[in-house]
């Protein structure tokens, strides 16, 4: 695959965590698919005089790519393909994931409706609209064909800054494939087990916990009691202030957050933490409240469609893009 020198802002210094560029795909057949629903317990049919729920979504979609340039993210957009139809391909950190040094990382997903989301063109398009510079490729996707499965950044959620990956085992998520991850990339695993309310196993690791800059938050009453003190003093031995919340939360995906980081020629370096207006309204006052002193804007986008239908959020919709300082 092509692969061109990485440019940027002059002058900019990160933090690590935080990248400053997404892919996002634009759908072209969003819809319910009742094959992920198997595992995803927060995805719900459209109701029968819902309108037009692809209409909906594309709607969603492009008022968060203005929301999200308006703050000075560098937003690069790949189109989706109309055949075969792929109707989670709004979802593509779960399948590419671009890394500081130039590794991108294909996965291997465990439903075959999603299998094609996995394109060249896609991988153009953000290497063309960010300049990012493919030194090494990791290419997962083989496990499928042994039924072991590694979501992305679904899967796993990352403290770039300690190289800590986190990951809360599921159908969808195989022990095995995240410790091959670790080793490969040079991070340490934290593997733990985390259900809903009702019991059922977590789909992805992404909707229980997100690592910014400064601040962790973790919906810790959902992760299984024998793993929530590993959990917890693994967040804190970070440095990051460490914030909880519980099943109601992450229920309106609160859990499903990300910080990236914007560059401004007056004002320098700044981060912007990435949530839907639904995980917005479940935040209790002091958590907003404590947010908001860990970063210095949020910005909170409409997706209502994409996540009854979809099952996932913001962060879902956004694989991060880390560009190497020149």
């Known amino acids: 695959?092509?692969?061109?020198?990485?440019?940027?802002?002059?002058?900019?210094?990160?933090?690590?965590?935080c990248a400053d560029a997404v892919l996002m795909v634009r759908p072209a057949a969003f819809g319910f698919n009742p094959e992920t629903a198997a595992t995803n317990t927060f995805q719900q049919p459209a109701a029968p005089a819902a309108g037009d729920p692809e209409r909906a979504a594309l709607a969603e979609f492009d008022r968060m790519v203005m929301a999200l340039r308006s703050?000075?993210?560098?937003?690069a957009i790949a189109a989706d393909s109309k055949s075969?139809?792929?109707?989670?391909?709004?979802?593509?950190?779960?399948?590419?994931?671009?890394?500081?040094?130039?590794?991108?990382?294909?996965?291997?997903?465990?439903?075959?409706?999603?299998?094609?989301?996995?394109?060249?063109?896609?991988?153009?398009?953000?290497?063309?609209?960010?300049?990012?510079?493919?030194?090494?490729?990791?290419d997962l996707s083989w496990h499928e064909g042994e039924g072991r499965f590694l979501e992305g950044t679904g899967s796993l959620v990352l403290d770039h800054a300690n190289r800590v990956a986190y990951a809360c085992a599921s159908p969808r998520?195989?022990?095995?494939?995240?410790?091959?991850?670790?080793?490969?990339?040079k991070y340490s695993?934290?593997?733990?087990?985390?259900?809903n309310r009702a019991g059922v196993p977590l789909y992805?690791?992404?909707?229980?916990?997100?690592?910014?800059?400064?601040?962790?938050?973790?919906?810790?009453?959902?992760v299984e009691p024998a793993d929530r003190a590993r959990v917890q003093q693994s967040l804190a031995a970070s440095g990051r202030e460490v914030i909880t919340i519980g099943h109601d939360e992450l229920e309106a995906f609160a859990g499903n957050m990300l910080e990236l980081g914007t560059w401004d020629?007056?004002?320098?370096?700044?981060?912007?933490?990435?949530m839907s207006e639904r995980a917005r309204r479940a935040l209790r006052?002091?958590?907003?409240?404590?947010?908001?002193?860990?970063?210095d804007t949020i910005l909170p986008v409409p997706v209502p469609v994409i996540e009854t239908l979809g099952g996932g959020s913001v962060r879902c919709m956004m694989a991060e893009v880390f560009r190497a300082a020149p």
Not at 204 to 221: D, M, P, R, S
């Open 265 to 274: 020629e007056a004002l320098g370096d700044a981060r912007v933490l990435v």
């Open 189 to 195: 695993a934290v593997v733990f087990r985390a259900a």
């Open 71 to 75: 703050e000075g993210v560098t937003v």
């Open 84 to 138: 075969p139809a792929k109707p989670d391909a709004v979802f593509p950190n779960n399948w590419v994931s671009f890394h500081h040094d130039g590794t991108l990382v294909l996965y291997p997903m465990a439903n075959p409706s999603r299998r094609a989301e996995r394109r060249q063109a896609v991988i153009d398009a953000a290497i063309g609209q960010t300049g990012f510079a493919v030194r090494h490729l990791i």
């Open 204 to 222: 992805h690791t992404n909707v229980a916990l997100w690592i910014g800059a400064q601040v962790a938050v973790v919906a810790l009453e959902a």
């Open 173 to 185: 998520t195989h022990p095995e494939l995240v410790a091959e991850w670790a080793q490969e990339l």
């Open 285 to 295: 006052p002091d958590t907003y409240a404590r947010l908001a002193a860990c970063t």
């Open 1 to 17: 695959m092509a692969a061109e020198v990485s440019t940027g802002a002059p002058g900019r210094s990160l933090p690590a965590q």
